[in-house]
């Protein structure tokens, strides 16, 4: 799936929930620098996103990947919510022997959350993650892989910090020994900018999360501390009183997110590159030459 073609699926998404979510609505433009294999440079691209209470979407793509991704929260009643995910990434992945193939991945995910009292949120959800096999070269595949998440969130709000912490448990369905799942995150807000740390923690693949908002301008950076790579974004943000009025632009101010924006779904759905399975930890499997069996 090229970018061009994944432009009209996002197109449709911003422009069917557009009117879902009007309140501190920005649109996103920003550059991509990725790493995701540990042998291999770095690769350059870019992205554009939206971001409200409501309604989150981005499409960001480099030579080495391209990500459409989308999380709608709907709120049934009040102190309850419920988010929708999806996401699908098209991610080169690397041999041993330096031969490379794109391999597909697809993800979905659900959460419910209540407010507990004015300042304390509590979520429970869950993803499905599902990476299709794809033959690299003459000698080498991807397996094909899937993983589930389930967890449990809470989030309070502390003047201007922001905190929250989960926990969880993945399910692999090639692994014979499933995995426990841990984070915790802070947002801070001072004035008119934002500093941001989410920390997750799957055994091989442990990342650490930072950003920066002020103003107009905006920067994430996301180290995978078990893989050795990175993805980082540095955008620029233009906000709006009505999304559905483009002349109602404005300099975004920093107000304090939901605190049901916080931390665990967005990270599943944005933040976390071949998810629960990173391209490192992707299993390849040596095939003698000629005796190539067909993938499952």
Do not use: W
């Amino acid at each position: 799936m090229k970018i061009i073609s994944a432009i009209p699926i996002l197109g449709v998404i911003l422009i069917t929930t557009a009117f879902a979510s009007q309140r501190d609505t920005t649109l996103n433009l920003y550059g991509v620098s990725t790493k995701i294999d540990t042998s291999h440079n770095g690769s350059l691209g870019a992205g554009i996103g939206i971001d409200g209470e409501a309604l989150k979407a981005r499409l960001e793509s480099t030579s080495d990947f391209t990500n459409v991704a989308a999380l709608y929260k709907y709120s049934p009643v009040d102190k309850y919510y419920i988010k929708f995910g999806a996401s699908y990434i098209n991610q080169k992945v690397y041999a041993p022997d330096g031969t490379n193939a794109k391999a597909n991945q697809y993800s979905a995910a659900l959460s419910f959350g209540k407010m507990l009292n004015e300042h304390i949120y509590a979520e429970i959800g869950g993803s499905k993650t599902k990476l299709l096999g794809k033959s690299i070269g003459a000698n080498y595949e991807v397996k094909k892989e899937t993983a589930s998440l389930v967890y449990t969130e809470l989030a309070a709000r502390v003047g201007d910090l922001d905190l929250s912490v989960n926990g969880g448990k993945v399910f692999y369905d090639y692994k014979k020994k499933d995995r426990y799942s841990y984070g915790f995150g802070a947002d801070y807000y001072l004035g008119n900018s934002k500093l941001g740390y989410y920390y997750n923690n799957v055994k091989d693949n442990i990342t650490s999360s930072y950003s920066l908002e002020y103003g107009y301008l905006y920067i994430n950076y996301i180290d995978n501390f078990s893989t050795h790579t990175y993805r980082a974004n540095v955008g620029f943000r233009i906000a709006f009183d009505d999304i559905t009025n483009l002349s109602t632009y404005k300099m975004p101010n920093n107000k304090k997110r939901a605190l049901s924006e916080l931390h665990k779904m967005e990270y599943i759905v944005f933040d976390s590159s071949i998810k629960y399975t990173t391209v490192s930890t992707v299993p390849v499997a040596t095939v003698p030459p000629g005796n190539n069996p067909p993938l499952n």
